[in-house]
């Protein structure tokens, strides 16, 4: 019930460099719609070919570069051995004051515990999280409990639109299974 545009001041995208995590079908459609922005992007994916980047317009560099340049950093990888905890205390040492994290791919890729402290340092400007490491989290889980954290009960595909193409998808598999 109130108006308090003062408590809302937000960070102009142009001209930001997004960090990605990860050049599969989702990473890549982040990009496009962040070069939408007037964004810069840098990514890193062991998997892609830089051919394959540089017709994307994504700079790939290595994984700490991107920690060391992003101005907002996203995941977008399997949850794996090597994924597990990829955005870690080490990670955000390397990480510009203010950036600001996004993750809507698995809970477990960033160390929430890492996050709580990153933040409440100001290395950290903010985090949207969609997922958890366990979900749904506790209701006394410390991140929830920041005012630099927004979260979602993990909505990425909670969509009509989305719903339907898992159906089609699934049908499409049976269909050639059988």
């Given at each position: 019930?109130?108006?308090e ?6 960070v ?8 990605i995590?990860?050049l ?11 070069r ?6 840098v990514?890193?994916d062991p998997?892609?070919?830089?051919e394959?980047?540089r ?5 790939v560099a ?7 340049r992003?101005?907002?950093?996203t995941?977008?990888?399997p949850l794996?051995?090597?994924?597990r905890?990829i955005?870690d205390?080490?990670a955000?040492?390397k990480m510009?004051?203010g950036?600001?994290?996004i993750n809507?791919?698995r809970g477990g890729?960033?160390?929430e515990e ?5 933040i409440?340092s100001?290395?950290v ?24 954290v927004?979260?979602?009960p993990?909505?990425g595909a909670?969509?009509?639109?989305a719903q339907?193409?898992?159906a ?11």
């Amino acid at each position: 019930g109130k108006w308090e545009r003062k408590s809302f001041i937000g960070v102009e995208l142009q001209g930001k460099t997004l960090g990605i995590i990860g050049l599969g079908r989702i990473g890549r459609a982040v990009g496009s719609r962040a070069r939408a922005f007037g964004m810069n992007i840098v990514a890193y994916d062991p998997f892609i070919a830089p051919e394959q980047a540089r017709d994307l317009e994504i700079e790939v560099a290595s994984l700490d570069d991107v920690f060391a340049r992003a101005d907002f950093l996203t995941v977008h990888t399997p949850l794996t051995a090597e994924t597990r905890a990829i955005v870690d205390r080490e990670a955000f040492a390397k990480m510009k004051k203010g950036v600001r994290i996004i993750n809507c791919a698995r809970g477990g890729l960033v160390d929430e515990e890492a996050l709580v402290d990153a933040i409440k340092s100001g290395v950290v400007a903010g985090a949207a999280l969609d997922v958890f490491t366990k979900e749904p989290p506790p209701s006394d889980h410390p991140l929830l409990a920041l005012d630099e954290v927004i979260a979602t009960p993990h909505l990425g595909a909670s969509t009509a639109e989305a719903q339907e193409g898992v159906a089609f998808t699934v049908a499409e598999q049976m269909r050639d299974y059988l």
